[in-house]
């Protein structure tokens, strides 16, 4: 088996940040966003690589009615309520540019390789006081719904929202449909992500330039399949955004996920990247040159060591035939 080169995106517009910057956000950043996507379709297209669009499931109404229509009847209770997406639309109300995206949808479905999934209906968070396993059956349960209905598409894989994996909600997940789950990198700092401190800030920071922790990749083998759970596919490294006026930083960055990614090639192991495609909205052309070096990077680690781009159900799949 040659190594594996895995890309999976929270796929989210204002659904995914409404609570960390209420109104406050610039419109061009979504605009760009907007279209960066058909962009880096195409250079998917081009580079023939798999990715896994984890997909909040309110970006596929068209407009609010058809939001509400499939929006669940079990809202979930959070104690803190500027985490729900209902009461933030109750407070200031729908802006379909940021809100809704299906054109944007079909066209993912329209390249090959890529993979629908979902990031929750209404980008649940799983370990916030106040809500409950049922609230977030019906979440799940919602974004089938309209998945199924719109695009005659059942979703398999799911990113939790905010790396905030609740593992008594894994069985849930199974039993509505989804085989496969991202999980975090393995090492301490990427635990327990719904308790941040500034240890683990500082050292996820320090990560992102040269290695404090253990290795990134690791072989199909290692990934456990437990019987009533979904596969957990580990991420391995998040693609930050860029930092618009410091290169060397940039360049560090990079050249670490560059040698990561021949590391997996070299190896045969698996390397997961993932990042919000709304990273790249503040700055959109230095960014997709970024990716088209990563992809370009692939492309090389292809040829020569045959390593190969497999979304997340592609990867869970494999690791279900290898047990």
């Known amino acids: 088996?040659?190594?594996?080169?895995?890309?999976?995106?929270?796929?989210?517009?204002?659904w995914g940040i409404f609570d960390k910057i209420g109104t406050g956000y610039k419109p061009t950043y979504f605009y760009n966003t907007r279209k960066i996507v058909p962009v880096m379709l195409e250079k998917f297209a081009e580079a023939?690589?798999?990715a896994t669009w984890a997909t909040v499931g309110m970006l596929f109404a068209a407009n609010e009615d058809e939001w509400r229509h499939y929006s669940p009847e079990f809202l979930p209770s959070y104690r803190d309520r500027k985490f729900s997406a209902y009461e933030w639309v109750k407070m200031y109300g729908i802006r379909p540019e940021v809100h809704f995206a299906p054109e944007l949808i079909q066209q993912i479905l329209d390249t090959p390789g890529q993979e629908l999934g979902s990031h929750t209906y209404a980008h649940y968070y799983t370990l916030m006081r106040g809500q409950s396993p049922e609230q977030f059956r019906e979440d799940l349960q919602a974004t089938q719904r309209i998945s199924q209905d719109k695009f005659g598409v059942t979703l398999?894989?799911?990113?939790?929202?905010?790396?905030?994996?609740?593992?008594?909600?894994?069985?849930?997940?199974l039993q509505e449909g989804y085989k496969y789950v991202r999980g975090n990198p393995r090492n301490w700092y990427w635990q327990e992500t719904q308790h941040e401190n500034l240890s683990k800030k500082i050292?996820?920071?320090a990560d992102c330039f040269f290695q404090v922790g253990d290795k990134t990749t690791y072989s199909l083998e290692e990934v456990k399949v437990i019987e009533e759970?979904?596969?957990?596919?580990?991420?391995?490294r998040i693609l930050r955004p860029q930092q618009q006026y410091n290169l060397i930083m940039n360049k560090s960055r990079l050249a670490r996920i560059k040698s990561e990614m021949e590391y997996a090639a070299k190896q045969k192991e698996v390397y997961h990247l993932w990042w919000h495609p709304h990273n790249f909205g503040g700055n959109p052309e230095s960014s997709m040159a970024e990716l088209a070096?990563?992809?370009?990077?692939?492309?090389?680690?292809?040829?020569?060591?045959g390593m190969e781009s497999m979304n997340m159900r592609s990867v869970g799949q494999l690791v279900k035939q290898s047990t």
């Open 1 to 14: 088996m040659p190594g594996t080169f895995t890309i999976s995106l929270d796929f989210e517009l204002l």
């Open 156 to 173: 398999e894989s799911l990113v939790f929202p905010r790396n905030h994996i609740n593992e008594l909600y894994l069985n849930i997940c």
């Open 48 to 50: 023939n690589i798999e």
């Open 293 to 305: 070096e990563v992809l370009s990077h692939y492309t090389m680690l292809h040829n020569e060591y």
């Open 229 to 236: 759970e979904p596969v957990i596919v580990p991420a391995s």
């Open 203 to 205: 050292f996820r920071s």
